[in-house]
């Protein structure tokens, strides 16, 4: 995978003439070796020239190559740690992390902006930002994923942008997809009482009651000071009227034991398991654990049997305008699940009524991407964002070691500044996933190729989708203080946005660009 390297130029010469046959060579053998790794091959049905079945891929890692200068900004290899480290890590060309579809730090920081303020840079995720908006990517007819590789050169000097887009299968229309047992976890601690949280939160689950099927299940777990289960797991048929009254009933109380509140709902939910439907635990907090266990590896610890053994996920539900981000996303994190975050009735809406019962469904389990970037034609690159999300190398083929859980319908993106060296030609990047079958648990992969002569050259002549993921991650970058390749600021940013808002006619885009306008008035 892509690193970032910088070598003197008369070392590099030097290189140049006499290592590449003898390094395709050994990535050669690489490759044929890594093939005969591969157990499965994916389902998913590529769509063009960049996507290449796993058996074909050639992107294993380089040999190390020399590194340059004393500044560590000059060093060759991916580019990690913070924006100020000065030290760059020994030369390394691949990236791996894990599959991820949370979009609440770009709600979050909305509302924040909204509200005339900046959110904390800690909030900031830039995956989250980019992961927030649709895309055109080419869908697999069964489960997994597509690959889908792209780029385009940025206004700085040999820095590009690469897209790396993966996706599912759309989702199964509403009358054909399984059922679902959903344990609702809803926190009615005091800070709960303020408008847009508990409210908002009662309305939604009534309105999503009357869309799901009769055939799927519902419980209802309470959680302040203590944890109480006020409707074990029933059936909606002919009980409909029965889950509205005990929602109805829910009110704020006194403290905030998260951590009593998701051991209680995993079990209510274990208890009212049911085979072949999708058992989930849905938290919806704001996060702001006062009392008991606030530690969410320890909290999750109590419950790993339910969630590994029986393959409970769990969705947080974000609400508040003071809100405990970091602890609802390390606990959907650990929870094999994703988080999004709900600041108004539209916002509900979406989640509720429209995203969770139709994505029900998985269609892959522990998935995670690699990248392998080619030394011949890359210097330097960074993954922007995923900081939490990042897997060891060596672990990408290690089943035991957990990925992301992803359903129908859903595409995830992974963006990297890539740094290329003077006159690269030939192969860029080849990203690989992998994921395991839902239902047997069988491996699969699949990969996609880029080369140097399918960049775009310039952001502006990119696809107008890939435009917006760039618009988005620069505004992330923006907000928390990083300094990404090609960034051109919120004047600028503000402007593409609204073209885009207009070209597009996206709603979630024009809401992208009020909200770069709202940043620039908090300058």
């Not at 290592?19 to 049905?45: D, E, M, V």
């Not at 020239?49 to 074909?56: D, E, P, R």
Request: proline fraction near 5%; glycine fraction near 10%.
């Amino acid at each position: 995978m892509e690193t970032d390297r910088t070598r003197p130029g008369q070392e590099y010469a030097h290189h140049r003439t006499r290592k590449p046959r003898r390094l395709r060579a050994t990535l050669l053998a690489l490759t044929t070796a890594g093939g005969l790794l591969l157990t499965a091959c994916g389902a998913g049905g590529g769509s063009d020239s960049n996507t290449s079945n796993a058996n074909n891929r050639t992107g294993f890692p380089a040999p190390a190559v020399t590194s340059g200068g004393d500044d560590g900004s000059e060093r060759d290899g991916e580019q990690t740690g913070t924006p100020d480290d000065k030290i760059a890590p020994p030369p390394d060309y691949l990236s791996t992390f894990a599959l991820d579809v949370d979009t609440a730090s770009y709600g979050y920081a909305r509302r924040a902006l909204a509200e005339g303020r900046r959110p904390d840079p800690s909030t900031i995720r830039p995956e989250e930002f980019v992961n927030s908006f649709r895309q055109d990517y080419d869908r697999p007819d069964g489960n997994g994923f597509t690959v889908t590789v792209d780029g385009a050169r940025t206004d700085k000097s040999d820095w590009s942008l690469v897209r790396v887009g993966l996706a599912t299968r759309t989702a199964d229309s509403e009358t054909e997809r399984p059922p679902a047992a959903l344990t609702f976890v809803i926190d009615v601690s005091g800070s709960m009482s303020e408008t847009g949280r508990l409210d908002l939160a009662k309305k939604s689950l009534d309105e999503m009651t009357d869309r799901l099927h009769d055939d799927d299940s519902v419980a209802l777990v309470t959680f302040s000071d203590e944890a109480e289960t006020v409707l074990p797991m029933t059936r909606l048929g002919g009980h409909r009227g029965q889950v509205h009254d005990a929602v109805d009933e829910l009110e704020t109380q006194s403290s905030t034991n998260l951590g009593a509140g998701v051991e209680t709902g995993y079990a209510t939910a274990t208890e009212g398991l049911r085979k072949g439907a999708t058992n989930r635990v849905v938290l919806i907090s704001d996060g702001l654990a006062n009392t008991g266990d606030t530690n969410a590896d320890s909290i999750l610890d109590r419950v790993a049997h339910e969630r590994r053994d029986h393959g409970i996920t769990l969705f947080g539900v974000g609400v508040g305008s003071d809100y405990g981000d970091a602890l609802m996303e390390k606990l959907a994190d650990k929870g094999d699940g994703h988080t999004a975050y709900v600041a108004n009735d539209a916002d509900a809406h979406k989640v509720f009524v429209d995203q969770l019962p139709q994505n029900i469904d998985l269609t892959a389990r522990d998935a995670k991407a690699q990248v392998a970037f080619d030394p011949e034609t890359v210097a330097q690159f960074r993954l922007i964002g995923y900081e939490d999300r990042k897997v060891a190398d060596d672990d990408f083929r290690n089943d035991k070691v957990d990925g992301g859980e992803i359903g129908p319908g859903h595409t995830v993106t992974a963006l990297y500044a890539v740094r290329t060296r003077p006159g690269a030609d030939g192969h860029l990047a080849t990203a690989s996933v992998r994921w395991l079958d839902p239902n047997t648990r069988a491996p699969h992969e699949e990969s996609g190729q880029l080369e140097t002569e399918a960049l775009h050259d310039s952001l502006n002549s990119a696809p107008a989708t890939f435009q917006v993921t760039a618009v988005a991650a620069y505004f992330a970058d923006t907000l928390r203080s990083t300094e990404l390749p090609g960034n051109p600021g919120l004047g600028e940013l503000a402007s593409r946005a609204h073209t885009l808002a207009k070209e597009t006619e996206d709603k979630d885009v024009r809401q992208l660009a009020e909200a770069i306008d709202e940043a620039r008035r908090t300058d």
